[in-house]
Nanobody, 127 residues
Framework: QVQLVESGGGLVQAGGSLRLSCVAS????????MAWFRQVPGKAREFVAA??????YYADSAKGRFAVSRDNTKRTVYLQMVSLKPEDTAVYYC??????????????????????WGQGTQVTVSS
């Protein structure tokens, strides 16, 4: 089993920055594959970014503004967000696939590829 805990969300003005954290525990070893998604009420969970098999991937909406980094010693992955916009307002979740250390290809932006999820952290961007 894998447990994930997100933190770092909050209220920020447009143009501001936040850094989200995702701490993993349980059956996590070394550099694990993961992704960030976000969700607003009434809509499906939306892919934001992923760090998988040594590469990073970003949704078009996140490119140039968001960056994924990690501290493997702390089993923590970060999502640094700058130049935030009101449309970034959502609950942000981190997800880990069934095989966190797998090297096989999988579509990183597809929600169903991820078995483990955290409880989410709310990000609100005011205009």
């Amino acid at each position: 089993q894998v447990q994930l805990v997100e933190s770092g969300g909050g209220l920020v003005q447009a143009g501001g920055s936040l850094r989200l954290s995702c701490v993993a525990s349980g059956r996590i070893f070394g550099r694990f594959n993961m992704a960030w998604f976000r969700q607003v009420p009434g809509k499906a969970r939306e892919f934001v970014a992923a760090d998988s098999r040594g590469d990073t991937y970003y949704a078009d909406s996140a490119k140039g503004r968001f960056a994924v980094s990690r501290d493997n010693t702390k089993r923590t992955v970060y999502l640094q967000m700058v130049s935030l916009k009101p449309e970034d307002t959502a609950v942000y979740y981190c997800g880990v696939p069934t095989d966190p250390s797998g090297t096989s290809y999988y579509p990183v932006s597809v929600e169903k590829e991820y078995r483990y999820w955290g409880q989410g952290t709310q990000v609100t961007v005011s205009s």
